[in-house]
């Protein structure tokens, strides 16, 4: 029982450069979203998805851009990265939008 | 707007001490609320939620949450601490109408034995 699967683990990114976090659920969700934790600040919101072919954007969207692909994937890209987009970011989905209840594991991302 | 204050970053207790996680909450209705732990290097795994209902909420690994209205509290406890609860919690409130949870700062726990 897989849950939340994300791809990369670890990635060390240029100033400029670009790439897509990848995120897939096997559980059936309908909502999936994006979340950065920085240190001192808990967990905030970049992006959700409430559903399949919806996207909406959180509460730190600058920056960022995503794709829900189908239902069971939602990928977060960024086009230019800069060194403020040094963190870690997880993918959650949840079986409505009052919570997100199921967390993968986190891309650890620095941008040099 | 939604808020969440853990007043405590770090928390010591000795294994097999009593542990209250402190939390409290901004929110105009009844909220959702939530408790998750996180250990290093690993994604949050949720311990408890409050939707309604019984105030009193228990949770996996034997954790339980008290939902105080009058407070806007919803603290963490559980009765006797192991090694391996040693982690970072952190609470969060959603809404029943809205569409994403809005994470405490989180707090650190720290086992001595």
Redesign the interface.
């Known amino acids: 029982n897989a849950g939340v699967t994300q791809t990369p683990k670890f990635q060390v990114l240029k100033t400029g450069q670009s790439m897509t976090l990848q995120c897939a659920q096997d559980m059936n969700h309908n909502s999936m979203y994006w979340y950065r934790q920085d240190p001192g600040m808990g967990l905030r919101l970049i992006y959700y998805s409430a559903s399949e072919g919806t996207t909406d954007k959180g509460e730190v969207p600058n920056g960022y851009n995503v794709s829900r692909l189908n239902k069971r994937e939602f990928s977060l890209r960024l086009e230019s990265a800069a060194p403020s987009q040094t963190s870690v970011y997880f993918c959650a989905s949840s079986e409505g939008l009052a919570g997100a209840g199921y967390f993968g594991a986190g891309t650890r991302l620095s941008v040099l | 707007a939604q808020s969440?204050t853990q007043p405590d970053?770090h928390i010591t207790v000795s294994e097999g001490a009593s542990l209250e996680l402190r939390c409290n909450y901004s929110y105009g209705a009844t909220p959702?609320l939530?408790w998750?732990v996180q250990s290093p290097?690993?994604?949050?795994?949720?311990l408890l939620?409050y939707?309604s209902g019984d105030t009193l909420v228990q949770g996996i690994k034997g954790f339980e949450a008290e939902f105080k209205r009058s407070q806007s509290s919803f603290n963490l406890r559980k009765p006797s601490v192991h090694w391996s609860d040693a982690a970072e919690y952190?609470c969060?409130v959603?809404?029943?109408y809205?569409?994403?949870?809005v994470?405490?700062?989180?707090t650190i726990l720290r086992v001595k034995s």
């Open positions: 969440v970053i959702y939530f998750y290097g690993q994604g949050l795994q949720l939620k939707f952190f969060a959603g809404s029943p809205g569409n994403k949870l994470f405490g700062a989180g």
